[in-house]
């Protein structure tokens, strides 16, 4: 199984005002291709921070980073922001879909920063808002869709480039909870069916549940790590 | 991410706000519009000058006579009565010099059966024609006899014509009165329009000057000689060694002043270009202060834009998109924002100038390169503005941008 995120000793220390925060103090984590791990922890445990630093959207202080086996801990911002691009896939909490702007052409913009032609673009688009099960949607602006449809283009958006991971931030955290479920069964199904790794942050045990694995943090450190045996489906 | 792509994006960024956008070009579009405004009425305005200039007469020099100073009270120039046809004679013989005609002018009443004009009559040589350039309607023009035999006989302008016969009558042959003596017209003169000055110069009858001396003003000076200088390159040395002769003549040696005064017609339209220039100028610092405060409006909505879409900029940098891309996308933004506004101001100051110019029926003319200076200068005052916003876009940290409330 290939690794995709390979952590040791990560540490992430920054100055708020006067005082320096730990917010990482030496994290070892390995995840290989297909995993779906949910992050747990207490907000201000450090996981947040991690998946800013796993995500590229942040770099270590300490320690070093794999992502797809090349060292990423000192990478440039613009060779970062090329990653987070082609590698990488975001779901956000709030969706962060653009206003104004169709469901398609919000699929679209990782593409457009990738530099994928603009008929090729559409065509790839609309596969994955299919895959997703929302292709009716395609010429919706976000402000016509409720918030479980929204994330899915959010989460169509995210698998667009085939990215090597996907990076939920608190994904169902503004959704009602037979929306949340729906969102976490597609995320389980995206995850064995088409074999997408997945790290989910959240700070709620059901959602987590839908994990193959679970790692909590604590204080900038894993507490547990623990292999998830009662699914939920 | 390519140029195409990078105005794509800005264009629908801006259509996404249309009102917005509109307004904020709105200080450019007015900018623009009034630069092209008044160029074309700058350019208008010097082409009639030129033009009108022209129509005086080609290469022509003026001397007129001078100041005099009686009892303390300077005249002005004109005021000496020093000049004489025999100067005339003596300048026509210098070099460089084609035609010279005295000029012996009366406003006066003329008089032909039941209808009566107050005009100019002017006393002239056979040479004014040539020099003025002014083609005959009819007729014949005064011819050097008539000048020795101090001739009765009369050319009518077109104006005088339209006046004393207004029936329609050929005024060829018919008799005018000029204070009291008859006068036989002899000629018309074709139609010139107005001067520069906006003068009728079609009010005017020429007479013989011999006759105008003798039977008009009583005496034996002009109030002008008229030099016509054979190519446009000898303007200025004759009006040289015509200031040299009548120094030489009225024996007048520095530092006393001249009683004479010689002025080319192109100086004239040098100064009136001068004027067009620094009204030119004017104008264009106008425009240049309501194109910075356009620009300035544009990095106004620039910045509010940023911050409102702190979001959208953080979404962007997580989804690949590099600090310098963001950067080029809100530059783009304020180029083609203030490039548009450019172009719909070239529009609007062209239909500006096309309105103006037919309400007025002022010449006016919109030369391209200001078209070209003026969208270029428009996309330089977005270049200029945008930046800073850009810049503040691009420095934004995509944890915090996505966190932004």
New interface residues.
Partial sequence: MARVVEVSGLGKTYALGEERVQALRGVDLALDAGEFVAVMGPSGSGKSTFM?VV?L??TPTAGTYRFEGADVSTLR??DR??I???RLG?V?Q?Y?L????SAVENVE??M????VSEAERRTIALAKLDLIGISHLANHHPNQMSGGQQQRVAIA?ALV?DPGLILADEPTGALDTQTSKDIMSLFARLNEEQGITIMLVTHEPDVAAYARRIVTFRDGLITSDTRNERRAA | MNLKATLALALSALVRNKARSLLTMLGIVIGVAAVIVTVAIGVGARTSVQQSINSLGSNLIVVQPGSVTQTGARSGFGGASTLTPDDGLAIAKLPGVAAVSPMVSVRTQVVAGDNNWQTTIAGVAPTYTFIRSWPLASGRFINENDVASAAKVAVLGQTVIAQLFPNGDSPLGQTVIVKGAPFTVIGTLSALGQSGLGQDQDDTVLIPYTSAMERLTGLTTVNALMVSASEQEQIDPVQQSVTRLLEQRHRIVPPEMDDFQVRNLQSIAQAASQTGTVMELLLAGVAAVSLIVGGIGIMNIMLVSVTERTREIGLRMSVGARASTILRQFLAEAIVLATIGGLIGVIAGGIGTLAIGLATHWPMAIPPQWILASVAFSAMVGIFFGYYPARQAAALNPIEALRFE
Wanted: no cysteine; net charge positive.
């Fill in positions: 800013h995500g959207l942040d911002a613009d922001a090329d987070r691009g082609r975001f956000f709030a962060n653009l206003p104004r702007t913009l990782p457009v920063y990738a530099g958006r480039n």
